[in-house]
């Protein structure tokens, strides 16, 4: 387990250009069925439970997700240009294998969330490339930086601020079985965040090759 600074942050502060109601095309991997990554969140959350609501957004199965690469918000995204980024994924995930990846050991508490290091990483990588390639097809400038990913699960989200020490603590005394999840496709889902839960409903799903 690793720690990052010394104090616990809300995380549910507006980011830039967020507000209540708006909407963001993001590409996610998701766990929908994967019973080994909801055995290990539901491990996580049992752990963190005693923290209290106040404390930590735990997350349910249904919403756990690695962020991948965001497109842009719905309402500056004509859905043709993200019909053209789908097309375009198609062709470029065509050319990615499916892989099988890992969860955790390591568990790391962020100032913001309780995180799962994915791993490998490269395959992953070589998803996300496949993406802003995609994304660069019909963009003439692809979103976020190339530099600085890394590949990540959130089991939960810090929803108020204090000491970290409790937290580490916690997770050190509460050690887990790591979790495999096998991944054959990328998903393109419209993402809101208005009731302090990343909740999306899905645009497409792109099968790895």
């Not at 539901?42 to 199965?61: Q, V």
């Not at 997700?65 to 500056?76: N, R």
């Amino acid at each position: 387990m690793s720690t990052h600074l010394e104090s616990m942050r809300n995380h549910w502060w507006w980011r830039p250009g967020w507000r209540e109601g708006r909407r963001f095309y993001t590409w996610h991997l998701t766990f929908d069925g994967q019973d080994d990554v909801h055995r290990l969140a539901a491990d996580y959350r049992a752990a963190l439970a005693p923290l209290g609501p106040d404390d930590f957004t735990l997350i349910p199965d249904q919403w756990l997700h690695l962020t991948m690469q965001g497109v842009g918000f719905v309402d500056e995204t004509d859905t043709e240009t993200v019909d053209a980024i789908v097309a375009a994924a198609h062709q470029r995930l065509a050319h990615v294998p499916a892989f099988l990846l890992q969860l955790g050991p390591g568990t790391v508490v962020d100032p913001e969330a309780i995180l799962l290091p994915a791993q490998p990483a490269e395959p992953v990588h070589a998803v996300r490339n496949a993406i802003r390639a995609a994304i660069g097809d019909v963009l003439s400038d692809v979103p976020e930086k190339e530099t600085g990913f890394r590949p990540h699960v959130s089991v939960a989200y810090s929803a108020g601020d204090g000491p970290m020490a409790p937290v580490a603590r916690t997770i050190a005394a509460s050690p887990v079985t790591p979790a495999l999840a096998p991944i054959s496709s990328a998903e393109l889902i419209v993402l809101g965040r208005d009731r302090q839960m990343y909740e999306w409903e899905s645009y497409a799903t792109v099968r790895l090759g």
